[in-house]
């Protein structure tokens, strides 16, 4: 979709506050792969984990970052992800269910559609 439509949406992926932290709530899978984060404290930390979030994953849609006080995160319910459409007038015009398993995108290419 990002590939598709980002000449006429503007794409964001927000990096919120870590799902799986090492001290908080690790995940088994990071586990066997390595993945130890622990829950960032600071902005600086915060967005030093998301940069290596984005590359290591390689995302190509360009990335923001929560303030450590997830007020995004607070405002949108985005924990663990989620995929949203707002439109012109800042109006969410989709949500997702939580990811990954509530990701649905031929529905939200349907209503980025209608946004056009």
């Given at each position: 979709?990002?590939r598709?439509?980002?000449?006429?949406?503007a794409?964001?992926?927000?990096?919120?506050?870590e799902?799986h932290?090492?001290d908080l709530w690790?995940?088994?899978?990071?586990?066997?792969?390595?993945?130890?984060i622990r829950?960032?404290?600071?902005?600086?930390?915060?967005?030093?984990v998301?940069?290596?979030?984005?590359r290591n994953?390689?995302?190509?849609?360009?990335?923001?970052?929560?303030?450590?006080?997830?007020?995004?995160?607070?405002?949108?319910?985005?924990?663990p992800d989620?995929?949203?459409?707002i439109?012109r007038?800042?109006?969410?015009?989709?949500?997702?269910?939580?990811?990954p398993?509530g990701?649905?995108?031929?529905?939200?290419?349907?209503?980025?559609?209608?946004?056009?």
């Open positions: 979709m990002y598709q439509y980002r000449d006429r949406a794409f964001y992926v927000v990096y919120i506050q799902a932290a090492s690790q995940d088994e899978q990071n586990l066997r792969d390595g993945i130890l829950n960032p404290f600071t902005f600086g930390e915060r967005s030093r998301a940069d290596s979030c984005v994953l390689g995302i190509e849609i360009p990335a923001l970052v929560d303030d450590i006080a997830n007020s995004t995160e607070a405002a949108f319910t985005a924990w989620r995929l949203y459409v439109d007038q800042g109006r969410v015009a989709y949500k997702s269910a939580p990811g398993y990701f649905h995108p031929a529905e939200a290419e349907a209503a980025l559609q209608q946004v056009f």
